[in-house]
């Protein structure tokens, strides 16, 4: 038998429960007296409960109402939802689809060239898509963390390594401190790799051309703690409230850098708590850059 789905958030059952409930207690006293002889005037045990029986049905009526509401929502979020995912992942295919034309007419373009667009657009839409299929997996419970022993040099090197073409497209450095004696610590190296990947990306976007960006390595007995800081953008009291939830995403930042679903963060907390971690975000305010905080323990 299929699982029976229901919208996020509905507490559909128990509120149909209770005016079922309702209307066959109203239907109990009810019957039996409509079956025999009329009552002049009830008396006081029936009218009472009645008025009861009468307060529950609009207690639930009230109810309905606010999961109609409820539903009309959630619909009207998923209908967004897909658009926007939609449109996001038909951007990488119109460099794609140019790069292949001229690859396929011979108009002289820059094979090497065509290769590495395609390249970088495919790396685009592959990192929506995991990212996609990581946050449906956390929902559920099913994010999987492979444990083992890891360098955290290791997984640093692959980051940088990710996020080094988009630092040379905008002109920005990155300045890595403290990376000597980091050490080791049990964890996933591909998700944690994946973890730092998205914090560097996201301060390499909304970050202006040519600006520098750190990452701060502290080793202690007990734990690493990676510190990603830039001068971009930065984030108001509002936004640091919802910074780790998916799809948020404040209109400041989507003016800077459209680009992105607003699910990386919300993967990042949820990789990094899976690895028995914290993360945490701070901002001095807008236009004053942004600081990312991640604390792995040694052993998970």
Known sequence: MMPRRTLPGLPSRPVLQGVVQAWRGLAAIVRPRARGRACVAPDAGLSSQLDALHQQLRVAAIELEQMKRVAEHARARQAEFLA????ELRNPLAPIRTAVAVLADGRGGDPVAMRT????QVVQMSRMIDDLL????????????VVARVHVADFVAQALANVAPALARR?????????????????DQTRLT??????LDNASKYSPGGQAIQLVVRPWAQSVELCVADQGIGMSIGALRTIFDPFAQQLRAVGFNPSGLGIGLAVVRDIVEAHGGRV?????????GSR???SLPRRS
Not at 84 to 87: E, G
Not at 134 to 145: F, I, M, P, Q
């Open 292 to 294: 990312f905080v991640v």
């Open 134 to 145: 990581d946050v449906s997996r956390a929902g559920t419970g099913k994010l999987r963390v």
């Open 171 to 187: 002109g920005q450095h990155l300045e890595v401190c403290g990376l000597e004696g980091a050490g080791d610590l049990d964890g």
């Open 194 to 199: 994946q973890v730092l990947s998205n914090l």
């Open 117 to 120: 667009l395609v390249e970088r």
């Open 84 to 87: 926007f995912v939609a449109h």
């Open 280 to 288: 945490t975000a701070s901002s001095p305010g807008l236009g004053q």
